[in-house]
């Protein structure tokens, strides 16, 4: 409790007993104010005016249980978001059946953590129309006898098509999940939709060598560049050594998939939108 007089600078103080009562002595004629105030209740004020040698006593005062105000945020975090945003990506394909998951039509799409880079990478790589897409590629390489150390027939097809697939898997894994993830950087092709042609055609060749960091900013796509120079050195282990030539073989190979993403990034922003049924625009993520 404390007692405020008109002309005081401070208050006076003091505490109830167990039965809530209380009292303050030598108290100076005149007008008063009391604050009764109680852990957990709305704190109640009472005003009188102390007579001349009268003994004032304060009617019953109640005191109620304080409002409480309770805010809700109603959200998902940068992770949550992500989660729902790749899970959405998972369902875009081309003429709803070829795979096109490295594509955000988000520009401000949430970051990836790790996890997500690596979910991506493995649904790409493992997705079947991805399998059969490299029986198709096997096949026109054992007519094209391209690698003869293979040879022809079943044995053959076998080779050409695990060695197709161990280089699209390689490059996949690690071009687009081990090292954005040490790198801290977006593996996706982010949709810029806007502008005269030109401009986005410079903007989608420009993808091979410029990625967007986890930070939201731009910068040299090094996991692209490093990925496919690291896909075709391990190419170098298993494709025939009379069909290979040493570092000309990598650098001439990391050169081809490097176009191939060019490529790729052209018909990501000009055709593939317009082929592509289910596209992700959910949720921006906020700055």
């Known amino acids: 409790m404390s007692l405020k007089r008109e002309g005081q600078t401070s208050d006076t ?24 105030t109680s852990a957990g209740l709305a704190s109640q004020q009472f005003s009188g005016t ?16 304080a409002t409480q105000v309770t805010e ?14 790749i899970k959405e990506q998972e369902n875009q394909r081309v003429l709803g059946i070829i795979p096109n998951f490295y594509v955000s039509y988000v520009p401000n799409a949430a970051p990836l953590a790790p996890k997500h880079k690596f979910e991506l990478a493995w649904r790409s790589a493992t997705d079947p ?9 096997a096949g026109v390489e054992q007519a094209a006898d391209r690698w003869g150390a293979y040879g022809q027939g079943a044995q053959g097809y076998a080779k050409r098509y695990g ?40 903007y989608a060749m420009g993808n091979s060598v410029i990625c967007k960091g986890d930070n939201g900013k731009w910068q040299p796509n090094y996991s692209n560049v490093l ?10 282990f298993y494709y025939p050594a009379n069909d290979r030539r040493g570092s000309s ?6 050169l081809i998939r490097l176009g191939e993403t060019s490529l790729a990034g052209v018909l990501q922003e000009l055709v593939f939108p317009k082929l592509t049924p289910k596209r992700s625009m959910r949720g921006q993520a906020q700055p």
């Open 227 to 236: 990925g496919s120079f690291a896909a075709a050195g391990i190419a170098t």
């Open 50 to 65: 102390l007579n001349p040698g009268e003994s004032y006593l304060t009617p019953l005062i109640r005191l109620t249980i």
């Open 249 to 254: 073989f990598v650098l001439s190979t990391a």
């Open 13 to 36: 103080e003091t505490f109830s007993d167990d039965d809530g009562q209380f009292y303050f002595s030598n108290v100076a004629p005149g007008s008063f104010q009391l604050t009764i």
């Open 129 to 137: 129309v991805t399998l059969a897409g490299v029986g198709v590629l």
């Open 163 to 202: 060695a197709t697939y161990v280089n699209i898997f390689s490059g996949t894994l690690i071009g687009g999940a081990v090292l954005p993830s040490l790198l801290k950087q977006d593996p996706r092709y982010f949709y810029k939709g806007r502008g005269s042609k030109v401009s986005r055609i410079l």
């Open 72 to 85: 809700v945020h109603v959200g998902l975090t940068l992770d949550e978001l992500a989660d729902v945003q």
